[in-house]
């Protein structure tokens, strides 16, 4: 069983910034992938920035130069530094990980989610 938990959300006004967290337990061997998604209401779900390795990332379009995504493998942790934001990206942000397991497969999880609003 593998969990995903995000946390950092929350409200904050144009321009300002916010760091998610997105922390990955269970029976992980090594964490091949880790995204953030993100989810506005009326929307799909959409790709924001995708990590195969510290080296290896890829952004959407609308954030790129304003978000960074991040990793700390050894704790299982992926974060998503957001700067500049705007109203547009309100969403609920979702993180998302392809593992490999203990038992020697590969597994998909995401984490329940974590609101950002940015308002004045």
């Known amino acids: 069983q593998v969990q995903l938990v995000e946390s950092g959300g929350g409200l904050v006004q144009p321009g300002g910034s916010l760091r998610l967290s997105c922390a990955a337990s269970g029976s992980i061997i090594s964490i091949y992938v880790m995204n953030w998604y993100r989810q506005a209401p009326g929307k799909q779900r959409e790709l924001v920035a995708h990590s195969i390795s510290d080296s290896i990332t890829h952004y959407a379009d609308s954030v790129k130069g ?39 497969t590969t597994g998909d999880y995401w984490g329940q989610g974590t609101q950002v609003t940015v308002s004045s």
């Open 66 to 104: 304003r978000f960074t995504i991040s990793r700390d493998n050894a704790k299982n942790m992926v974060y998503l530094q957001m700067n500049s934001l705007k109203p547009e990206d309100t969403a609920v942000y979702y993180c998302n990980a392809v593992v490999r397991l203990v038992a020697g």
